[in-house]
C-alpha cells in the first residue's frame, strides 16, 4: 500500500515524487523514512539469505583517504597511554577525531537538504542551531531525522542487494573511470540485475559496485589528491527517471562503493544538459529530503563482489548500525553482509 512515485499525494511547493506523511503513524511525525519497509515480515524473509555461515564486512578504513573529499577532515588517532597519567598502569586506551563522512558512511536523512526551500524529510527545518540543540534530546517526536533514531528499531537488518556494476561493465567491454562523470541509467541497473540473475524484492537494501574505493584505496596519497580533485565520479545518472525507479522499488536504503552515489557533477536535463554544481546533486535531494531514503557511500565491496562471483549469489542479510551519537548526521555503517 505504499503509492508508485507518480501516485504520491502532491505536497504543497515541493516537486512530485516527495512521500513526506507516506509513513507517518497515529498523527506522529515520522523519522525513519523507508526504513520503515523493514517490517518483521520482511526481516523474517531476509533471513533466508543467511545459510552459509559466511559473514563480510563492507566497512573501508576510517583512515582510508588520507586527504577526504569535499575538505573533509581525515582520520586522527592518538594513543593514551596509562603508564604516562597518574595510575601508572600498563595499557591503553584511544581517541579518534574525523569526519563522519570521511570513509565508509551512512548519510541521515537531515545531510542535504531540498536545496531551493532548505527543507529535509517530512518538511523540517535542520539549521546547525536545532541540530545543535538535537544532540542528547530524548523525545522522539520533536527530534530531527538524525542516525541515532536507527538504534530505536534496532538498527538496520535486511535483504542486500549487489548490483555488480563494475564486474558487468568488465565482463561486457565498458570502459570508465571511477574519477570521471561516468552515468549509470536505470537500463544499465536493469541490465547489471538480468546478467546477475537478480530479482528485487520489497524492503531490499540496494548495494552497487563500481569499483571507486578500490581503485582510490590502491593508488598514493597523492594520486589520491589528484582522483578526488577531478570533482568528478562514477554514479548513477541523477534524474527524475532514477528516482522514479528507486521509488517505485520500494528500496529499505541504498549504498554503494562510490563518494556520492550518484554521478558528479550533476547535469541537470531540464536544462538541455547543463553542469550543475554539488548544490544540485539531484539524487540526494530526491532520497534524503523527499523519500526519507538513507544514502550509503564508499563502502567496501571488493569481497563481496569476489564473494557473489564465487557463489554465484548476489544476496544476503544486511546488517548495519550507525554509531549512537545524539543528533549524529552521518556516521560509518558498521555493515555486514551474511550469507
Ligand atoms: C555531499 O553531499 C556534499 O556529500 P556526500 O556525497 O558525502 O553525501
Not at 565498458?174 to 544499465?188: K, R
Request: proline content about 5%.
Amino acid at each position: 500500500n505504499i503509492p508508485d512515485f507518480d501516485s504520491l499525494p502532491p505536497v504543497k511547493d515541493m516537486p512530485q515524487g516527495c512521500a513526506w506523511g507516506v509513513f507517518d503513524k497515529d498523527g506522529k511525525k515520522d523519522h525513519l523514512g523507508c526504513l520503515n519497509l523493514l517490517t518483521p515480515k520482511v526481516v523474517q524473509s531476509a533471513f533466508k539469505e543467511a545459510r552459509d555461515g559466511i559473514s563480510i564486512s563492507l566497512n573501508w578504513p576510517i583512515g582510508a583517504i588520507n586527504k577526504p573529499g569535499f575538505a573533509r577532515k581525515g582520520l586522527e588517532h592518538k594513543v593514551i597511554s596509562f603508564q604516562e597519567g597518574p595510575f601508572g598502569l600498563w595499557g591503553f586506551d584511544d581517541e579518534l577525531e574525523f569526519n563522519t563522512q570521511c570513509s565508509s558512511q551512512w548519510d541521515s536523512l537531515v545531510h542535504f537538504a531540498h536545496q531551493p526551500t532548505g527543507l529535509s524529510y517530512n518538511g523540517v527545518q535542520p539549521t546547525r542551531e536545532a541540530l545543535v540543540q538535537s544532540f542528547g534530546q530524548v523525545d522522539v517526536d520533536k527530534a530531527l531525522p538524525t542516525l541515532n533514531h536507527w538504534h530505536d528499531r534496532g538498527g538496520l537488518v535486511g535483504r542486500g542487494v549487489l548490483l555488480d556494476y563494475r564486474a558487468y561493465a568488465e565482463a561486457k567491454g565498458i570502459a570508465y573511470d571511477c574519477f570521471d562523470s561516468h552515468a549509470i541509467t536505470v537500463q544499465t541497473l536493469e541490465d547489471v540485475a538480468r546478467h546477475q540473475g537478480t530479482e528485487f524484492k520489497f524492503g531490499d537494501i540496494l548495494i552497487v559496485r563500481t569499483g571507486f574505493t578500490e581503485d582510490l584505496g590502491g593508488a598514493s596519497a597523492e594520486d589520491q589528491e589528484r582522483m578526488l580533485g577531478t570533482h568528478k565520479a562514477v554514479g548513477l545518472k541523477g534524474n527524475k527517471e532514477t528516482a522514479r525507479w528507486i521509488w517505485n522499488h520500494h528500496f529499505a536504503a541504498v549504498a554503494g562503493d562510490a563518494i556520492a552515489f550518484e554521478v558528479l557533477p550533476p547535469v541537470i536535463e531540464e536544462e538541455g544538459d547543463r553542469t550543475g554544481t554539488i548544490a544540485e546533486l539531484v539524487l540526494h535531494q530526491y532520497f534524503l529530503s523527499l523519500f526519507g531514503l538513507n544514502i550509503g557511500e564508499l563502502w567496501d565491496l571488493k569481497a563481496l563482489s569476489a564473494h557473489c562471483k564465487n557463489v554465484g549469489r548476489y544476496e544476503f542479510l544486511l546488517t548495519s548500525v550507525p554509531l549512537n551519537v545524539p543528533g549524529g548526521i552521518g556516521s560509518p555503517p558498521n555493515a555486514l553482509a551474511i550469507f
